[in-house]
Nanobody, 123 residues
């Protein structure tokens, strides 16, 4: 499944962004979905995930209470709403199909990633 991520940008600490992940040609109905991020010099980490249909979610501890993942299967889109952003949230963010058992948040295919969308949190 191919994804297109968008919505990143430059934001000041404490600001908000909403990232979007769309599958242009595939249905997401049967897939648990997740958002991942990779900062320079760091390994990619799972940030949030959501089950295919019942809305169950899971979050990285450092983003709990600040980030919210949501989805609309009819629109083939998954969002990551990010509030109270911190400089440590700066990274390239990617979406992916995830293994539907968590924690941890693990991609189903670790060999394919989209282009991602960059988030920079800086004053």
């Amino acid at each position: 499944v191919q994804f297109v991520e968008s919505g990143g940008g430059l934001v000041k600490p404490g600001g908000s962004l909403t990232l979007s992940c769309t599958a242009p040609t595939s249905s997401l109905d049967d897939y648990a979905m997740g958002w991942f991020r990779q900062a320079p010099g760091k390994e990619r980490e799972g940030v949030a995930c959501i089950a295919s249909s019942d809305g169950v979610t899971n979050y990285l501890d450092s983003v709990k209470g600040r980030f919210t993942i949501s989805r609309d299967n009819a629109k083939r889109t998954v969002w990551l709403h990010m509030n109270n952003l911190k400089p440590d949230d700066s990274a390239i963010y990617y979406c992916a199909v995830v293994i539907p058992v968590w924690p941890p948040i693990v991609p189903l295919d670790n060999d394919y990633w989209g282009q991602g969308t960059q988030v920079i949190v800086s004053s």
